[in-house]
């Protein structure tokens, strides 16, 4: 039984009989699980598209990319 485990069991003893002590070991577990969380990008670098200044009317179309019928130069 790991340690998470030892401490959810507390909580859940607690939580009817001692609930205000229950919710600081939840919060001590909440904590511990997010502390050892692998980091998770929050982007998606294949959706940038790079344009020049001189590109004017660039739209983006979730589901089909760049609309280049749309984009003029100067």
Not at 24 to 42: F, G, K, S
């Amino acid at each position: 039984m790991t340690r998470f485990d030892r401490r959810m069991e507390k909580a859940r003893r607690l939580q009817l009989i001692r609930p205000a002590i229950a919710n600081r070991l939840w919060q001590e577990v909440d904590r511990m699980i997010v502390d050892q969380a692998v980091w998770v990008p929050l982007i998606n670098p294949y959706g940038i598209d790079f344009v020049s200044e001189r590109v004017g009317n660039y739209q983006r179309n979730p589901q089909f990319g760049v609309l280049l019928s749309q984009l003029w130069v100067r």
